[in-house]
């Protein structure tokens, strides 16, 4: 089974900020990666596919990038609706989620 | 505009079964993947079963293996998880999910799927 693990579990940022959350695979998953939002009480959301897919209408200050085994979330300017859970997923294999790192606004 | 809605979560004591329902809409149905993922109180997200867009192929995870069953009506546009067996640990909302197709490869073709779609889901609490 493909594990993933993502880093921090948890972060606190101001606004404006540049946050990044990393992904690692426990083995090449190639670019088969998605990333999602989850906020309280809510189903997941999809933000990025194949590791740097935007999905249509997720804005764009979120990017993902990486390939491999190791892959980064970026948020270039948090905003205040971002407080949320974010999960990776692999899908080079079924389907394995990371733990979660939640993002709190300072 | 693409939309799932589950239904059929409750409370059921250990040993017992359940049904989930998840109608889905504003989209051909029949040519998509779907899915079903949980999330225990407070924990994360853990994959359940699939069935493919076009044989019904199925897939488990280890932990429902034997025990849950997917299965679509094309003809209602629905999607079902029936759960036998039911331990106090299958406690979570139940998702349904719309599968999207990434193909790769030219000769030989591999299909990859991810969820984009996502139901607001349904509740399932396993206790005596």
């Known amino acids: 089974d493909i594990q993933m693990t993502q880093s921090p579990s948890t972060l606190s940022a101001s606004v404006g900020d540049r946050v990044t959350i990393t992904c690692r695979a426990s083995q090449s998953i190639s670019s088969w990666l998605a990333w999602y939002q989850q906020k309280p009480g809510k189903a997941p959301k999809l933000l990025i596919y194949k590791a740097s897919s935007l999905e249509s209408g997720v804005p764009s200050r979120f990017s993902g990038s990486g390939s491999g085994t190791e892959f980064t979330l970026t948020i270039s300017s948090l905003q205040p609706d971002d407080s949320a859970t974010y999960y990776c997923?692999?899908?080079?294999?079924?389907?394995?989620f990371g733990q979660g790192t939640k993002v709190e606004i300072k | 505009e693409v939309q799932l809605l589950e239904s059929g979560g409750g409370l059921v004591q250990p040993g017992g079964s359940l049904r989930l329902s998840c109608a889905a809409s504003?989209?051909?149905?029949?040519?998509?993947?779907m899915g079903w993922v949980r999330q225990a109180p407070g924990k994360g997200l853990e994959w359940v079963s699939a069935i493919s867009d076009n044989r019904g192929g199925t897939h488990y995870a280890d932990s429902v293996k034997g025990r849950f069953t997917i299965s679509r009506d094309i003809s209602k546009n629905t999607l079902y998880l029936q759960m036998n067996s039911l331990r106090a640990e299958d406690t979570a909302i139940y998702y349904c999910?719309?599968?999207?197709?990434?193909?790769?490869?030219?000769?030989?073709?591999?299909?990859?799927?991810?969820?984009?779609?996502w139901g607001k889901g349904t509740t399932v609490t396993v206790s005596s």
């Open positions: 504003g989209f051909t149905f029949s040519s998509y993947a």
């Open positions: 999910a719309k599968y999207e197709k990434v193909q790769e490869g030219s000769i030989r073709i591999n299909n990859y799927y991810y969820m984009d779609v």
């Open positions: 997923q692999q899908y080079k294999t079924y389907w394995t």
